[in-house]
């Protein structure tokens, strides 16, 4: 199994007015995912997320879909737990009509509380999520918790991670930029994101890690917040991080995610060089 790639929402150059015709356009460019943007909230109707999901089995896109961005699991307040788990399970039901198998999950900021402290709180907050989940007979999604890429986020790599450990159904969703945005650089290159894809084994296992959700995109950040805004790739001014040596990790590993490319406007022409650049690593190791 290979690698596989698609855009965050719809690109600026996508030439529709529904997202009903995505994956025919998807399909058409040679991309062969999409991820559904919910992230300001659920205003899909069910007419238009079954036709994204008859388009999309159609025309082989593999979708996935984004819960809105309110989601704070390391928030204890119990009001806060309730629309959290509203809006998750929501999320659920809009995938479940559109065939999406994933979806993304922010983790929650630290609210002045320790890392310690805040991840205990999203534990707790996320086994009571997938208890409710699996009662609304939603078990079938997997839950994808993405690390996050401002350093006062709950959401670096290990604690996602140890969010993942809950069950075997939850899938990380490693954001290689927000990686790179939150320590200030550091996460870029061969050295870095062979670190990343053991530090995911080692927790994970090979299987599941192996099946990892992904965005990636070039990232600016500030030197005390992290992540500032997303970049495109033929934007100048050294924006990273670097997609080949990720591209040349996966593919010696022979592992098969989900990169779904978040660049700020062109997320699909970039999803596709991120494509072209995987296919000819993975030949050269072959």
């Given at each position: 199994?290979?690698?596989?790639?698609?855009?965050?929402?719809?690109?600026?150059?996508?030439?529709y007015k529904s997202?009903?015709?995505a994956?025919?356009w998807l399909?058409?460019l040679?991309?062969?995912c999409?991820?559904?943007?919910?992230?300001?909230?659920i205003?899909v109707g069910?007419?238009?997320?079954?036709?994204?999901g008859?388009?999309?089995?159609e025309h082989g896109?593999?979708?996935?879909?984004?819960?809105p961005?309110?989601?704070?699991?390391?928030?204890?307040?119990?009001?806060?737990?309730e629309?959290?788990t509203g809006?998750?399970t929501?999320?659920?039901?809009?995938?479940?009509?559109?065939?999406?198998?994933?979806?993304?999950?922010?983790?929650?900021?630290l609210?002045?509380?320790s890392?310690?402290?805040a991840l205990?709180?999203?534990l707790?907050?996320?086994?009571?999520v997938?208890?409710?989940?699996d009662d609304?007979?939603?078990?079938?999604?997997?839950?994808?918790?993405e690390?996050?890429?401002?350093?006062n986020q709950?959401?670096?790599?290990d604690?996602?991670?140890?969010l993942?450990?809950?069950?075997?159904?939850l899938?990380p969703?490693?954001?290689?930029?927000?990686?790179?945005?939150?320590?200030?650089?550091?996460?870029?290159g061969?050295?870095?994101m062979?670190?990343?894809?053991n530090?995911?084994e080692q927790i994970?296992?090979?299987?599941?890690?192996?099946?990892?959700?992904?965005?990636?995109?070039?990232?600016e950040?500030?030197p005390?917040?992290?992540?500032?805004?997303h970049?495109t790739?033929?934007?100048?001014?050294?924006?990273?991080?670097d997609?080949?040596?990720l591209?040349?990790?996966?593919a010696?590993?022979?592992?098969?995610?989900?990169?779904?490319?978040?660049s700020?406007?062109t997320q699909?022409?970039?999803?596709?060089?991120?494509?072209?650049?995987?296919?000819?690593?993975?030949?050269?190791n072959?």
């Open positions: 199994m290979s690698a596989i790639f698609g855009p965050a929402g719809n690109a600026e150059d996508f030439p997202s009903a015709d994956p025919r399909k058409k040679g991309l062969d999409y991820e559904y943007q919910c992230g300001k909230g205003h069910e007419d238009t997320a079954r036709a994204v008859i388009q999309a089995v896109i593999s979708m996935s879909l984004h819960a961005y309110f989601i704070n699991l390391a928030n204890p307040d119990p009001d806060s737990l629309k959290t809006y998750i929501g999320a659920c039901r809009v995938a479940t009509l559109m065939g999406a198998q994933r979806v993304v999950i922010h983790s929650g900021a609210m002045k509380r890392r310690h402290e205990d709180i999203a707790r907050s996320l086994r009571h997938i208890s409710v989940c609304m007979g939603f078990g079938h999604i997997a839950l994808c918790p690390t996050m890429g401002k350093i709950l959401g670096n790599l604690e996602v991670l140890e993942c450990t809950l069950d075997e159904r899938v969703c490693v954001d290689f930029g927000h990686l790179y945005a939150r320590s200030l650089g550091a996460d870029d061969v050295e870095a062979e670190r990343i894809l530090r995911m994970l296992g090979k299987d599941r890690a192996g099946r990892f959700h992904s965005h990636f995109s070039h990232i950040f500030t005390n917040g992290g992540e500032k805004c970049r790739f033929v934007e100048s001014g050294g924006f990273g991080p997609w080949t040596p591209a040349s990790a996966v010696k590993r022979g592992w098969s995610p989900t990169f779904i490319c978040e700020a406007g699909a022409a970039d999803a596709l060089e991120m494509k072209r650049i995987y296919q000819r690593t993975e030949e050269r072959v």
